[in-house]
């Protein structure tokens, strides 16, 4: 069983859309993460997540938003996409703060 | 300026060689993470820590919080520790801030 698991992993699609990224952990954790990591591979988080607080990283456009329908899932919406969105998309979980992060494998998304 | 550098950028090691890699910080921090980015892109955590030394087989990692200051090191490197090791610090207030990782190569 995959403790963080994230789909699709490949995502291709056009300028302006709407489209999701779905995640689930199965590790009983309370705390989400979408990080970005860019052509450069930098890596950069993007929202924090658990049952207390919503942190969101300011330089975050709003077209992204998490959503969160439960402990297990956090999905990552993206509205109206733009070419610059083009990265590979990383989840992850942790016991609040105060244990390593498990990360997901990855959605790779091109905007074309 | 980024709040986390890391030092080497890349780094080229013969199989054996004792390994280290370094993380300087600027801001205060709640904990330090060094992670693992594999050649196929899967990212894995190595240590969390908030003070003093860990150790997980030939992997040690030790802070000085009063330096800002962490390093990793690998010891009897082999070619399948080649990948980007990646420092991030986890600042007061649940922001965290990423180095921009160190390429690591063990030629065999």
């Known amino acids: 069983d995959t403790a963080v698991s994230q789909t699709p992993k490949y995502l291709v699609t056009q300028m302006g859309n709407d489209k999701s990224i779905k995640c689930e952990q199965n590790?009983?954790?309370?705390?989400m993460y979408w990080y970005k990591q860019d052509s450069k591979k930098f890596l950069k988080i993007m929202f924090s997540?658990?049952?207390?607080?919503?942190?969101i990283n300011e330089t975050v456009p709003n077209r992204f938003s998490p959503k969160s329908p439960d402990k297990a899932h956090l999905n990552l919406h993206i509205n109206s996409l733009e070419l610059g969105d083009s990265a590979v998309y990383f989840c992850?979980?942790?016991?609040?703060?105060?244990?390593?992060?498990?990360f997901g494998s990855g959605t790779q998304l091109s905007v074309l | 300026k980024n709040e986390v550098e890391q030092s080497p950028q890349n780094l080229t090691a013969q199989e054996g060689e004792f390994i280290t890699i370094n993380c300087s910080y600027s801001?205060?921090?709640?904990?330090l993470h060094w992670l693992q980015q594999h050649p196929g892109g899967g990212i894995v955590s190595l240590f969390m820590?908030?003070?003093g030394k860990k150790k997980h087989g030939r992997l040690i990692a030790t802070i000085n919080i009063q330096e800002k200051h962490s390093s990793l090191h690998i010891t009897a490197s082999h070619p399948r520790d080649s990948a980007v090791y990646i420092c991030?610090?986890?600042?007061?207030?649940?922001?965290?801030?990423f180095g921009t990782g160190t390429s690591l190569t063990v030629i065999p």
């Open positions: 992850a979980s942790s016991q609040e703060y105060r244990t390593k992060l498990f």
């Open positions: 590790l009983g954790h309370d705390t």
């Open positions: 997540y658990n049952n207390k607080e919503l942190i």
């Open positions: 801001v205060g921090i709640s904990a």
């Open positions: 820590l908030s003070s």
């Open positions: 991030a610090v986890r600042k007061t207030g649940n922001q965290f801030y």
